[in-house]
């Protein structure tokens, strides 16, 4: 079974660019969640998706982030314009049952804003 | 709301020696809790998990947690440390209501010493 896959792997990029990151879940997974875990801390979850519809965005910068998951299947996050605190690891998870809380995590995106 | 606290970020041991990686959580009621471990530049992988059923949990790679209500805790042991588990490791909680989202305490690096 193919595991959660995210691209790109890393990514630098200046100041107030932007810049997207994408995630494809493990075929039928229908709960899908992106992460953000800064350098020394623990993921803090950035926003959950029910099939294609949004659960829980309340971490969410709205002003900067955004995320999409129009088919219910893969997910894109987008930060414009990005800030140097952005710096970090995007991780990507999905779940086949929201019930079980067990998630399965992609390699993740290596962010640098310089 | 639920919390998870690692106590000790960093934790080192000889190779062969016993590993504890403690974990206290914080939650009305039980809740379900995980043992994640994350290696250089990958995402994480589900070590363990309780799911209320036996209290003592076992994982891949050797590793086993007890769940202790009466203490709130989930400590992650291993009875001989080998220089492959040097990683960081993350103990989480489950969030109350079905809700599939997971509380990640802030990590702990174990550091193998041949």
């Known amino acids: 079974e193919a595991g959660v896959a995210q691209s790109p792997r890393y990514k630098i990029i200046e100041k107030r660019q932007s810049v997207a990151f994408w995630c494809n879940p493990i075929s039928g997974h229908a709960t899908l969640y992106w992460y953000q875990q800064i350098l020394g801390q623990g993921p803090k979850l950035l926003i959950q998706?029910?099939?294609?519809?949004?659960?829980?965005d309340s971490q969410l910068p709205k002003d900067r982030f955004s995320a999409e998951r129009l088919k219910g299947v893969d997910s894109t996050l987008k930060i414009q314009p990005a800030k140097l605190e952005d710096s970090a690891v995007y991780l990507c998870a999905s779940s086949f049952d929201r019930a079980t809380y067990e998630q399965y995590f992609g390699p993740g995106t290596r962010l640098t804003v310089t | 709301a639920q919390s998870v606290t690692q106590l000790g970020s960093h934790v080192s041991v000889s190779e062969g020696a016993l590993v504890l990686l403690r974990c206290n959580y914080s939650?009305?009621?039980?809740?379900?809790l995980f043992w994640y471990v994350q290696y250089p530049n990958q995402g994480l992988q589900l070590l363990l998990k309780y799911t209320s059923a036996a209290t003592l949990v076992k994982g891949i790679n050797g590793f086993e947690a007890e769940f202790k209500k009466s203490e709130t805790s989930f400590h992650l042991t291993k009875p001989s440390a080998h220089m492959s588990d040097a990683a960081e490791y993350f103990c989480?909680?489950?969030?109350?209501?079905?809700?599939?989202?997971?509380?990640f305490g802030q990590g702990t690096t174990l550091q193998v010493k041949p």
């Open positions: 989480a909680v489950s969030e109350s209501g079905n809700t599939g989202k997971l509380i």
């Open positions: 998706f029910q099939n294609n519809g949004v659960v829980d």
């Open positions: 939650s009305s009621v039980p809740p379900y």
